[in-house]
């Protein structure tokens, strides 16, 4: 007998290739910071992009497969997702630069190399095919984070944020794996797949495990609905974003978010897909989602109007957005996942580009207030006007790409409530989106209207610096590209619909 | 050839965009060649076209041109493209030629204005959409081209809009308009929605088929299209805009409000003439409303003073005279005397600009008099148009006008009633047209020191236009010499492939219109002939011989001379049961049901919605311990909830 029979699983590790690059990148960056003097430049900041850049060129160059059995897979779903991730992370990162330099003067590659290991847990989680690794991943995002929320250590505000954040995501944390267990206590398995299976004998055989899959089903949805900031469990999000650095503001609203929307497809619609049926349905999960998508529509909406600070304004209006992905995501056809996908995809750009304008303006006039941006048009015209560009895609006014990405989830949800009447309930929701969407233009406009019609000039004239207004630019690029000719992400967001057995 | 249709509505288009987008850049004489030049332009290609056209055999004289497809919508589907026929070929001449004659004309008239980049930049925009009209191969491409043409008269008519009158002349225009519009837009959604397609030529083929003859459908798509025509070309009820257009400068009043758009109606009706062959009682609507539009603004035209507002009605009373035409069935007719008139009507306005130019901006004819020794060429020019649309022998006039009421008392759809009102017609323009010349031209001198010092004679970019529309307002009849004369009528062959189709729902000829035809047509001819030379020599007499006799007969007649000069009181009859009324309303509508109903509402709601958020704001209190506990009270309710259903 020779060595030549034993299998050696490291040839399953070609699939998770961008996730180790950048593992180690994240390390070397670690190591950078240490090695170097420290307060040298922002070096490690434009290493890091680096890093993100490459392990995006290697995503594009890694063949669809499976390893470690089916626990890691990648597929379309996984590549659309971690394009996302280290789109938003090349963005938050882009955006910190200004806003670091002055506040984080001896580790600046800390915060960066956080980021990127923030970033590898995510991508792990969007590949991760089982409970625990899925989990795992998630934590890997949540722990970066929650150092990354309270950086600034000698800010008040910063330091509680990081408090709060970790405070109520170790709680929603204990209830995701609470819940998990439950799964796994149903089924035996935490292959999410398999547990499908499993799930449905023990069903037909049981009969009464309706209570026992519903706590589970209800306390999953907590733990991610901390992640995706979803009312009830939305509370942390507003002090955590006016708290945190304003690009870990960003990257919390859109990186962490799509995490939080791929583990949700993931054990929902992937695993338990088949309950949501009437014939088989111990439980209906979507109609239960779908009144905490409107819930989120009407609440963030809603308190998005009385705030005086951009950041909680903004994580208010994150909220909201998450309502409108919701939609999509209950919506349980082809077009719906494709329009979850899409929706994150628009919603990156506009909301890292927003961030990002916040961030220069706070590095500017160290202020967050909506009353400081008076008159801005006046001083600094073009980050007046593009600002307005990242809202009003925000808003979903046409031809930006935020209006196609309403429209399509919109659009989803109403054909699959013609084709199947017992999805009736979907035309409430798409009504309550669209009316709370017009409610939306009033808090974004006032923003423009602050901007643009104050008679006396702002007293700040902005400069734009280099990178910060590079992901301006980018944001802009794609906000209005996407929105003139969403085919090709479109194409690629119906793909994911595949990853999780739709046919288009 | 035929590809290159498209360059004659384009031409105009570039020197709009150039007059336009560096307006203030140019200098005079530059906007002056760039809007004279691409006018001249769409006229050399339009010649072109049209000799290509006649090339062909007369059953094939079609060329269409499909730019590209403008609106894939579900049925509707809609090609943006151009259709070169015999009928659209004669407008085109007409609208370049005769265009680009006045857009010459007014390179003088308009020296003095310091507007002179927007005049032409309207004035080509204006060219470009009458093209657009008369060319488009649909019906909603020729309701754009429409549409375009109303803008353009409604911002030439307020040309000079420091001036109240002008501007409110421009609004009243407009809205006229916009009432013809919605019969217009309401036929054309009733063609669509029973022959699926806009396309002229697909309607024309179709319409056999899909209609009944004589139906109620296609008589009320025949009358709602005609509503559209009652309001571009000025017929009872919707002609008051058109005597306060004269407001605009005077080339304007000859381009537009005599020579091309306001006769698109007659146009749309002969280019949608197989529909009115389908609806007799259609046809004879549009033959009373053109006969008694005919009567009663030549009736008006009697008393007015202002030059052009006597022009004006008489425009009005002309383009009855068309209708008349199309309401017998002889749309051939109605476009022939369309063209002469462009001609004459063109002529007379151009003359009376000449005029008023002369006078300093003096249009009441009462201050005139004796013009005729100070402005020779005006002169005989204008009296040249004047024996052309008095309709005497050899003019263009007589032959398009003799042909009118040959037609209306001969055709299967005419009446003796209709050729009366023609006849009765025709001697009153005879009158008022002669009466204009003696006020003007000739007797005694009645303006003040001052005017007579400056009168003079036009320049020479004024006066040639004149002479070439004097030319053409002689000969322009010829080319349509009845059969009586032992002539051929070319004009009528040049138009029947596109009257054929409508030519089978004509009714059987009666006998009497067939046989001995030529001696009633000679009499009748005889007949208006000498009642015209009647009605001239009254006005000799009234208004240069023995003025008193004029006002004797004034005094005699107050009370109707009174009526007509107040235009019949239509424009107070209508602001009493019509304007006030809808001011009324929507005084009402704005302080009771917008400001306290609806921004009541919107007020309301969001003061709620103000105070929602309030409420729900103070939710987010700051402790971590009352988020925790939101959290497990969400999961509790969750559950509940779901263990409920």
């Known amino acids: 007998m020779s060595s030549m029979d034993i299998t050696f699983p490291a040839f399953d590790l070609r699939f998770m290739a961008p996730e180790i690059f950048l593992f180690l990148w994240a390390l070397f960056v670690f190591a950078y910071d240490v090695t170097s003097k420290r307060k040298s430049s922002t070096a490690a900041g434009y290493l890091a992009m680096l890093g993100l850049m490459i392990a995006g060129a290697i995503l594009a160059y890694t063949n669809y497969g499976q390893g470690y059995g089916s626990m890691f897979l990648f597929e379309p779903a996984a590549k659309f997702f971690k394009i996302i991730f280290l789109g938003s992370a090349f963005m938050a990162i882009g955006s910190s630069f200004g806003i670091t330099k002055e506040r984080i003067i001896n580790h600046r590659g800390e915060f960066f190399g956080l980021i990127l290991l923030s970033t590898v847990g995510m991508m792990f989680l969007s590949s991760s095919n089982e409970l625990l690794s899925l989990y795992i991943g998630l934590e890997l995002t949540t722990i970066p984070l929650f150092v990354l929320a309270s950086f600034f250590k000698d800010n008040k505000l910063s330091v509680e944020a990081g408090i709060k954040y970790f405070i109520v995501g170790a709680f929603s944390s204990a209830l995701l794996v609470y819940g998990m267990s439950f799964l796994y206590g149903l089924s035996g398995t935490t292959d999410l797949v398999q547990m499908k299976i499993n799930i449905a004998m023990t069903h037909l055989t049981f009969k009464e495990i309706g209570v026992i899959l519903v706590l589970a089903n209800v306390l999953i949805i907590a733990g991610l609905g901390f992640k995706l900031s979803l009312p009830p469990f939305h509370q942390w999000a507003p002090d955590v974003y006016e708290g945190s650095p304003t690009p870990i503001a960003a990257f919390l609203s859109v990186g962490s978010k799509a995490a939080g929307l791929i583990a949700f497809a993931k054990i929902f619609v992937n695993g338990l897909y088949a309950f949501n049926g009437p014939e088989m349905a111990p439980n209906d999960w979507g109609i239960l989602v779908g009144i905490l998508a409107c819930a989120a529509m009407i609440l963030g909406n809603t308190v998005a109007i009385r705030q005086t600070n951009i950041k909680r304004m903004l994580a208010y209006s994150s909220i909201a957005q998450v309502g409108y992905i919701m939609i999509g995501m209950v919506t349980m056809n082809d077009l719906g996942i494709a329009s979850v996908g899409f929706y994150i995809f628009a919603y990156m750009f506009a909301n890292m580009g927003a961030f990002a304008i916040v961030a220069i303006f706070e590095e500017r006039t160290g202020s967050c207030e909506i009353q400081s941006y008076a008159g801005l048009s006046h001083t600094s015209p073009v980050l007046a006007t593009t600002f307005a560009v990242f809202l009003l895609s925000l808003a979903g006014i046409p031809p930006l790409a935020g209006f196609f990405a309403k429209f399509f989830v919109f659009a989803s949800a109403i054909k699959m409530a013609q084709a199947d009447a017992t999805a009736g309930w979907l035309y409430w929701i798409v009504g309550v989106g669209l009316l709370t969407a017009v409610f939306s233009l009033y808090y974004y406009a006032n923003i423009i209207k602050v901007m643009f019609f104050s008679k006396e000039a702002s007293p700040y004239r902005v400069h734009y610096t280099f990178p910060s207004f590079g992901i301006v630019l980018i944001g802009i690029a794609g906000v209005i590209i996407f929105g003139l000719y969403p085919e090709p992400i479109l194409k690629f967001a119906s793909d994911i619909s595949l990853s999780f057995g739709f046919l288009p | ?645």
Not at chain 2, 56 to 71: H, M
Not at chain 2, 215 to 236: E, N, P, R
Not at chain 2, 247 to 262: D, K, N, Q, Y
């Open chain 2, 1 to 645: 050839m035929a590809d290159y249709l498209y360059l004659i509505p384009l031409f105009p288009l570039i020197g709009f965009l150039i007059n336009g987008l560096l307006l203030g850049k140019l200098s005079r004489s530059m906007v002056n060649l760039v809007a004279c030049a691409s006018v001249a332009a769409s006229f050399v290609v339009s010649l072109l076209l049209f000799f290509d056209l006649k090339s062909l055999p007369p059953d094939s004289r079609v060329i269409e041109q499909v730019l590209f497809t403008w609106i894939p919508s579900g049925t509707l589907h809609v090609n943006f493209g151009f259709l070169l026929d015999p009928l659209s070929a004669v407008m085109i001449l007409v609208v370049t030629g005769v265009g680009f004659l006045i857009h010459v004309y007014s390179t003088g008239y308009m020296k003095h204005d310091p507007g002179f980049g927007r005049y032409f930049a309207y004035l080509n925009l204006f060219t470009f959409s009458m093209l657009t009209l008369v060319l488009a191969n649909n019906y909603l491409l020729m309701f754009v081209g429409w549409e375009g043409v109303g803008l353009c008269s409604y911002l030439l008519i307020g040309f000079w809009f420091e001036k109240k009158s002008a501007s409110d002349a421009g609004k009243k225009a407009f809205i006229v308009n916009r009432i013809g519009d919605f019969g217009f837009l309401i036929g054309m959604f009733l063609i669509f929605w029973h022959v699926g397609s806009l396309d002229f030529r697909v309607v024309m083929e179709q319409a056999p088929i899909v209609f009944i003859a004589g139906s109620g459908l296609v008589t009320a798509i025949c009358l709602l299209l005609f509503v559209g025509a009652t309001g571009k070309s000025a017929q009872i009820p919707l002609y008051v805009w058109l005597p306060d257009a004269m407001e605009g400068p005077t080339p304007v009043s000859a381009l537009i409000h005599a020579a091309t758009m306001v006769t698109a109606g007659v146009y749309m009706i002969a280019r949608t003439n197989i529909l009115y062959m389908m609806a007799p009682d259609a046809l004879m609507v549009v033959a009373i409303i053109g006969a008694a539009t005919a009567l009663f603004a030549a009736t008006i035209g009697l008393a007015q003073n202002d030059i052009k507002r006597v022009l004006a009605y008489s425009t009005v009373s002309q383009l009855g005279y068309m209708f008349l035409a199309c309401g017998v069935a002889s749309f051939t007719a109605g476009i022939f005397h369309l063209m002469t008139h462009a001609f004459f009507k063109a002529l007379l306005f151009l003359g009376a600009g000449s005029v008023i130019h002369a006078m300093s901006e003096q249009q009441d004819m009462r201050y005139m008099g004796g013009l005729k020794k100070y402005l020779p060429i005006t002169y005989i020019t204008f009296l040249l148009a004047t024996l052309a649309i008095s309709g005497i022998p050899g003019f263009s006039g007589f032959f398009s006008k003799d042909e009118i009421l040959w037609k209306s008392f001969s055709s299967a759809n005419g009446h003796p009633i209709l050729w009366a009102i023609g006849f009765v017609t025709a001697g009153l323009t005879a009158f008022y047209m002669f009466r204009l010349v003696y006020m003007t031209f000739h007797g005694k001198e009645r303006m003040d020191d001052e005017t007579r010092k400056h009168i003079h004679e036009s320049p020479y970019s004024m006066t040639v236009p004149l002479m070439v529309l004097g030319v053409l307002s002689v000969i322009g009849g010829w080319i349509g010499i009845p059969h009586i004369f032992g002539a051929t009528n070319y004009f009528e062959h040049w138009l029947e492939p596109v009257m054929a189709a409508g030519k089978h729902f004509a009714p059987v000829h009666t006998a009497a219109a067939e046989s001995g035809g030529a001696s009633t047509e000679w009499m009748l001819m005889i007949l208006t002939v000498v009642f015209v030379l009647a009605a001239i020599f009254i006005a000799y007499l009234f208004y240069n011989k023995r003025t008193e006799l004029a006002t004797a007969w004034r005094q005699r007649l107050t009370g109707v001379h009174n009526l007509l000069l107040n235009k019949y009181y239509v424009d107070e009859i209508y602001g009493a049961i019509i304007v006030r009324p809808v001011i009324n309303l929507s005084l009402f509508l704005w302080k009771v049901v917008d400001v306290v109903f609806i921004d009541g509402f919107i007020n309301g709601f969001a003061t709620m919605y103000d105070g929602s958020s309030e409420f729900m704001s103070k939710m987010q209190t700051g402790r971590v311990r009352s988020y925790a506990t939101l959290f497990v009270i969400g999961v509790v309710i969750l559950i509940a909830y779901m263990v409920m259903e």
